[in-house]
């Protein structure tokens, strides 16, 4: 019997020198894929090479967390001004700083999922979009690019040949048009672990979302996504993917280690 699987991948590594950000160790016992900061919305090298030496050692994929040059901001600040030029170079340039360190940590990293406000962005602005999927593919072409289904960074990934994983974020709601609902508006952000993972398993199992005003969008699901900085992060995760075994859900990384 074919047992049906879903990753469950999780931001991390964004503290900074001595300020940590969310439980990574409990973290990496639970998640099978680590989004790894790379030093421009928050991480550093040192953080970098822990996180991916702890992830290697408990069998977690790895992938590149690329954000806007905003440490202040955490990378949930709208930058724009850069062409997309910039954007690619920037974006290649974090990757890379990963992959080194990974090296050094003895693992490698196989993804690239873009943070906050410059993946809020790329889902509606196709330049944006297509900035990040070549320099995923220019960095290496059989890098994944996580996004979310039905926006403009699966829509350009797929035109030049990205591969892509499309995620689902299990404390996040969702706007009408499939993209995240404002971090601004009261309710946005979810923390009842419960819930979450009754909206999970729902959204497996009916193969759509359910937006903030009650449509219902389909979206096919390789991955699912929660915030690591959030203090229910933990609890959260443990309860999705408990919940997610109980139902005859493995949980084990998209990519090969």
């Known amino acids: ?5 879903i990753d469950l991948n999780c931001d991390m590594g964004e503290g900074f020198g001595p300020w940590p950000m969310g439980d990574d160790d409990a973290m990496l016992d639970i998640v099978s894929s680590a989004n790894v900061a790379c030093g421009f919305h928050a991480g550093d090298p040192n953080i970098m090479f822990r996180t991916a030496e ?61 943070h906050g406000a410059l993946n809020n962005m790329a889902n509606e602005d196709e330049d944006l979009a297509m900035a990040i999927a070549r320099a995923v593919k220019g960095v290496d072409p059989n890098l994944v690019n996580v996004c979310m289904p039905g926006l403009a960074m699966e829509r350009t990934s797929e035109k030049i040949g990205v591969p892509v994983a499309r995620e689902f974020f299990a404390d996040r709601t969702y706007e ?67 919940r997610l075994e109980a139902n005859g859900i493995a949980v084990r990384p998209f990519t090969r280690l």
Do not use: W
Not at 203 to 218: K, N, Q, W, Y
């Open 176 to 242: 009408d048009n499939g993209t995240l609902t404002s971090r601004k508006k009261p309710g946005s952000v979810l923390h009842d672990p419960e819930a979450a993972a009754e909206r999970v398993l729902r959204t497996l199992e009916e193969g759509a979302v359910t937006t903030v005003s009650g449509r219902r969008i389909p979206v096919a699901v390789d991955t699912i996504c929660v915030h690591g900085d959030e203090p229910s992060a933990v609890a959260m995760a443990r309860t999705i993917r408990a």
């Open 1 to 5: 019997m074919t047992t049906r699987t």
């Open 54 to 114: 702890t992830a290697r050692r408990k069998g977690v994929a790895i992938g590149a967390h690329p954000g806007f040059n905003d440490l202040p901001g955490f990378g949930r600040r709208v930058i724009r001004g850069d062409s997309p030029a910039e954007i690619e170079r920037m974006i290649a340039y974090q990757i890379g700083a990963l992959q080194a360190v990974a090296a050094l940590a003895g693992h490698r990293v196989t993804y690239v999922k873009a």
